[in-house]
């Protein structure tokens, strides 16, 4: 059966960090490129970084470049999402999911293109 779990989620501070890690059963991570996306309550979904292979750059929406950095581990068969410097609007649940590249379109990534998906991970910051 083919399944992707998210891990890692939980209550944090603003300024702590949390590592998300989103794991793959069923088939291998290594054809395919790993997308992070998240969904605040009464928000649409958003794309929040992806990555394709160690040769080529990772995608981060602009309000998370330099404080998330995606990362994955073929040999695990895992990717995570590693958050720093977290802030109250990085509130929501984050979803891993696949796709066969990073489709950008005018500038964001494009969630039609990610078929599997996992079921979420609750990521809230707050005091």
């Known amino acids: 059966q083919v399944q992707l779990v998210e891990s890692g989620g939980g209550l944090v501070q603003p300024g702590g960090s949390l590592r998300l890690s989103c794991a793959a059963s069923?088939?291998?991570?290594?054809?395919?490129?790993i997308g992070w996306f998240r969904q605040a309550p009464g928000k649409e979904r958003e794309g929040v970084s992806c990555?394709?292979?160690?040769?080529?750059?990772?995608y981060y929406r602009d309000s998370v470049k330099g404080r998330f950095t995606i990362s994955r581990d073929d040999a695990k068969n895992t990717v995570d999402l590693q958050m720093n410097s977290l802030k109250p609007e990085d509130t929501a649940v984050y979803y891993c999911?696949?796709?066969?590249?990073?489709?950008?379109?005018?500038?964001?990534?494009?969630?039609?293109?990610?078929?599997?998906w996992g079921q979420g991970a609750q990521v809230t910051v707050s005091s």
């Open positions: 999911a696949t796709a066969s590249s990073c489709w950008i379109f005018q500038g964001q990534l494009s969630q039609t293109a990610f078929h599997y």
């Open positions: 069923g088939f291998t991570l290594d054809n395919y490129a």
């Open positions: 990555i394709r292979s160690a040769d080529e750059l990772p």
